[in-house]
């Protein structure tokens, strides 16, 4: 039995919500505004986080290696083509965190 958790198909990123308690450390971390934070009221925290931009995912592992409940996994760079850090990305990111973590409305 491998230890190493296969990602589902043509998925660049994804998040074992029932491990995730909703700290935002992963959507602070992505350079590429991937990750933003929801509402959800049946979480700890009344939010959780969601992938927002999975095309947009360049493969640094920054939410992977920053989540502190192990809730958040990245693609082995042999199974995905991730794609290139771009302006909009970064314009999102900075949009995301400067909203308190959250996609702002209407973006």
Request: proline content about 6%; glycine content about 4%.
């Amino acid at each position: 039995m491998s230890s190493i958790m296969k990602a589902p198909e043509n998925t660049p990123v994804w998040v074992n919500t029932a491990r995730c308690k909703a700290c935002d450390i992963c959507v602070d971390v992505c350079p590429a505004g991937v990750l933003s934070m929801k509402a959800d009221p049946t979480s700890t925290l009344g939010a959780m986080v969601e992938i927002i931009s999975l095309e947009s995912c360049i493969g640094c592992n920054e939410c992977e290696l920053s989540c502190p409940d192990f809730a958040i996994y990245v693609a082995e760079k042999a199974e995905f083509k991730f794609a290139k850090l771009t302006d909009s990305s970064k314009a999102r990111q900075e949009a995301i965190v400067n909203n308190k973590h959250r996609l702002p409305a209407g973006y």
